[in-house]
């Protein structure tokens, strides 16, 4: 971790996501960063937060997944040219794809077709509400088939096994619920390391 070394007059952001926070605890020297007296702050907040603290002038040095930092710029926004973003490797060997994977999942059996017609019926696709704008670029990109998105803020899964959506857009680590719940992963849609939004100066 070649990040800087925040002084005290840095603002520094840390994820309250217990798996964000796992893989920054094997980086970041504890004692060193009580002395900042992190914030942790939700990780899909931290891209906003770090954004308008930069852009008042403030020396800031966050912490988020990058998907998360992906889908705050899929809505429009940009990083202030005074935050400079790099990368941190996910290291976690029960990753299924070597980090959390943002993947299209249904029964084994199921998929949605890229080539069907918008003559279709709509697939009712549930996607955890945090990343639906880039379930939403994805789907536009990979199918022609008509469907509608589901936002659901909390188990994901649930509203796929209930039946009232055919397929579901979440994270997957492990694949231990899916693999419970009988779940498959259709398509992966992209990875995500750790991200790290820091003032340049």
């Known amino acids: 971790m070649n990040a800087t070394v925040a002084s005290d007059n840095t603002t520094v952001l840390l994820p309250k996501n217990r798996g964000l926070a796992a893989q920054l605890s094997h980086v970041l020297d504890a004692k ?17 937060l770090a954004n308008e603290l930069a852009r008042a002038g403030r020396r800031v040095l966050a912490f988020t997944g990058e998907d998360l930092v992906e889908e705050w710029l899929a ?4 990083l202030d040219l005074r935050l400079s973003r790099s990368r941190m490797l ?7 794809y070597g980090a959390p ?22 697939v009712r696709i549930a996607v955890c509400a945090r990343y639906r704008r880039l379930a939403e670029r994805f789907l536009t990109q990979w199918t022609a ?24 857009i979440d994270i997957v ?6 693999r419970e719940a ?15 939004l820091e003032t340049r100066w």
């Open 32 to 48: 060193a960063w009580e002395r900042c007296a992190p914030r942790a702050v939700k990780g899909e907040d931290v891209p906003y």
């Open 75 to 78: 809505a429009g926004n940009a």
């Open 90 to 96: 996910w290291r976690d060997p029960q990753a299924i």
């Open 101 to 122: 994977a943002l993947c299209l999942i249904g029964s084994p059996a199921g998929d949605l077709a890229a080539g069907e017609t918008d003559d279709a019926e709509p």
């Open 145 to 168: 088939r008509p469907y509608e998105l589901v936002p659901i803020a909390g188990s994901v899964e649930t509203v796929l096994l209930s039946g009232v959506a055919e397929l579901m």
């Open 173 to 178: 680590v492990t694949g231990r619920t899916l």
């Open 182 to 196: 009988g779940l498959s992963v259709l398509r992966v849609i992209s990875t995500s390391d750790l991200a790290v």
